[in-house]
């Protein structure tokens, strides 16, 4: 998606060599028992995170106080028994079938062995009226609903950048659009575009009233507002593991949450794009757009929409070779949480988080998100109109 994001960065660049200290960092040899600090979990030896996160909103994060009520409730949770799986992409017997854009890819390999502890997964992804709560509570303003400042800006481009029209400095997010069919495939940006006033509460840029919208995914969330609707909520973003671990739901080697049936033939299991992406869509499943949470039956683990929908941000930091730094090294990873370290990124991808489970856009003829395996990843900053999240909780050992 990197041509996607090259609106987002010259809007707000995240490359920026910006040097950061979590103030909540973990102390824990196994952060992720340490629950109450998760909000701002970076490993202890993590070089990107000190690196590429960017102050001002990390400060709005550090800024929540986590609602008391909420501390222990996993209302809308389901339990998850830890365990053992093989994490990355299958190879179906109807491979030759298929078209490319439907099968794993390189990133995806090698696939290996991964341990994860127990822990609580949202059943369905965070709908519009959960993060109206947080913010009604909280006062909380997403990166989307914030203008950007030019003067600050310019210190943090090239000398020399021009200074980007008004309309583009104003707050909005990354909006849809189809497209006629003769539009190349090859440039993000012909159907992605900046739409100042986009966000959570008006997700195509268009005003909408808020209580038509209560149940549906909330989206144009950048991972840093999933961060702080976590932290409010006591909870954290799953790491891409627990994320692939759940979708799988103690299925070996299965190419989708409900096992190898091709996505033509299931289109009741979520909500996807029929058609050809990104000309037409068909909504054969019901549904153009987003879908009330719940729409489509859960995985055997009781999670909606863990395939489609809408994206759901993670906590790790994308890593294209992460899989083979791995696994060079170890025969079982236990509860990888993605790259800590330079060296396990293509510098060029270091400064974006993995998202996954796809969404009402994607078909095999583009992205197959909806694969158990597949990653994406998106600039931290980012708000888009298919990205949402759900949170997890992590069970401490003695229980
Ligand atoms: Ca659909
Ligand atoms: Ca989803």
């Given at each position: 998606?990197?041509k996607?994001?090259?609106?987002?960065?010259?809007?707000?660049?995240?490359?920026?060599?910006t040097i950061?200290?979590?103030?909540?960092?973990?102390?824990?040899?196994?952060?992720?028992?340490?629950?109450?600090?998760?909000?701002?979990?970076?490993?202890?030896?993590?070089?990107?995170?000190?690196?590429?996160?960017?102050?001002k909103?990390?400060?709005?994060?550090?800024?929540?106080?986590?609602?008391?009520?909420?501390?222990?409730?996993?209302?809308e949770?389901?339990?998850?028994?830890g365990?053992?799986?093989?994490?990355g992409?299958?190879?179906?017997?109807?491979?030759?079938?298929?078209?490319r854009?439907?099968?794993?890819?390189?990133?995806?390999f090698?696939?290996?062995?991964?341990q994860v502890?127990?822990?609580?997964?949202?059943?369905?992804?965070?709908?519009?009226?959960?993060?109206?709560?947080?913010?009604?509570?909280?006062?909380?303003?997403?990166?989307?609903?914030?203008?950007?400042?030019?003067?600050?800006?310019?210190?943090q481009?090239?000398?020399?950048?021009?200074?980007?029209?008004?309309?583009l400095?104003?707050?909005?997010?990354?909006v849809?659009?189809?497209?006629?069919?003769?539009?190349?495939?090859?440039?993000?940006?012909n159907?992605?575009?900046?739409?100042?006033?986009?966000?959570?509460?008006?997700?195509?840029?268009?005003?909408i009233?808020?209580?038509?919208?209560?149940?549906?995914?909330?989206?144009?969330?950048?991972?840093?507002?999933?961060?702080?609707?976590?932290k409010?909520?006591?909870?954290?973003?799953?790491?891409?593991?627990?994320?692939?671990?759940?979708?799988?739901?103690?299925?070996?080697?299965?190419?989708?949450?409900?096992?190898?049936?091709?996505?033509?033939?299931v289109?009741?299991?979520?909500?996807?794009?029929?058609?050809n992406?990104p000309?037409?869509?068909?909504g054969?499943?019901?549904?153009?757009?987003t879908?009330?949470?719940?729409?489509?039956?859960?995985n055997?683990?009781?999670?909606?929409?863990?395939?489609?929908?809408?994206?759901?941000?993670?906590?790790?930091?994308?890593?294209?070779?992460?899989?083979?730094?791995?696994?060079?090294?170890t025969?079982?990873?236990?509860?990888?949480?993605?790259?800590?370290?330079?060296?396990?990124?293509?510098?060029?991808?270091?400064?974006?988080?993995?998202?996954?489970?796809g969404?009402?856009?994607?078909?095999d003829?583009?992205?197959?998100?909806?694969?158990?395996a597949r990653?994406?990843?998106?600039?931290?900053?980012?708000?888009?109109?298919?990205?949402?999240?759900?949170c997890?909780?992590?069970?401490?050992?003695?229980?």
């Amino acid at each position: 998606m990197n041509k996607i994001l090259f609106p987002i960065l010259v809007l707000f660049p995240l490359s920026v060599l910006t040097i950061l200290s979590c103030k909540n960092k973990p102390t824990s040899s196994d952060p992720l028992q340490k629950n109450t600090t998760l909000y701002c979990y970076v490993p202890s030896d993590s070089l990107l995170g000190k690196v590429y996160l960017e102050n001002k909103f990390l400060k709005n994060i550090a800024a929540i106080t986590p609602n008391i009520n909420k501390l222990q409730d996993t209302t809308e949770m389901v339990f998850i028994e830890g365990g053992v799986f093989e994490m990355g992409g299958d190879i179906p017997e109807y491979a030759e079938q298929m078209p490319r854009t439907g099968l794993p890819q390189p990133d995806e390999f090698p696939k290996h062995t991964v341990q994860v502890d127990n822990f609580y997964m949202d059943e369905h992804e965070v709908t519009v009226g959960q993060f109206l709560e947080f913010v009604k509570e909280t006062g909380y303003k997403t990166v989307a609903e914030q203008d950007i400042n030019w003067e600050e800006l310019k210190k943090q481009v090239p000398s020399g950048t021009p200074k980007p029209h008004d309309s583009l400095l104003r707050a909005g997010a990354l909006v849809f659009q189809y497209v006629p069919e003769n539009t190349p495939k090859d440039d993000l940006s012909n159907w992605w575009y900046f739409k100042a006033g986009a966000n959570w509460k008006n997700p195509s840029g268009v005003a909408i009233p808020l209580d038509v919208i209560l149940n549906m995914p909330v989206t144009q969330i950048s991972w840093y507002d999933a961060m702080a609707y976590a932290k409010w909520a006591n909870k954290r973003l799953p790491t891409e593991a627990e994320y692939e671990y759940a979708m799988r739901a103690g299925a070996a080697n299965t190419m989708y949450p409900w096992g190898d049936s091709l996505v033509s033939d299931v289109t009741a299991y979520g909500n996807f794009l029929q058609g050809n992406f990104p000309y037409t869509n068909t909504g054969q499943d019901g549904y153009i757009g987003t879908a009330p949470v719940g729409s489509f039956p859960p995985n055997a683990y009781g999670l909606y929409d863990i395939a489609g929908n809408v994206w759901e941000w993670t906590l790790d930091w994308y890593g294209a070779d992460y899989y083979k730094h791995i696994s060079q090294n170890t025969q079982l990873s236990y509860n990888p949480k993605g790259p800590t370290k330079t060296t396990e990124v293509y510098q060029q991808q270091a400064t974006n988080k993995v998202v996954r489970g796809g969404s009402f856009l994607c078909n095999d003829s583009w992205c197959s998100g909806y694969r158990n395996a597949r990653r994406m990843r998106l600039s931290p900053d980012s708000g888009m109109q298919h990205v949402g999240f759900r949170c997890v909780r992590s069970v401490p050992k003695n229980q």
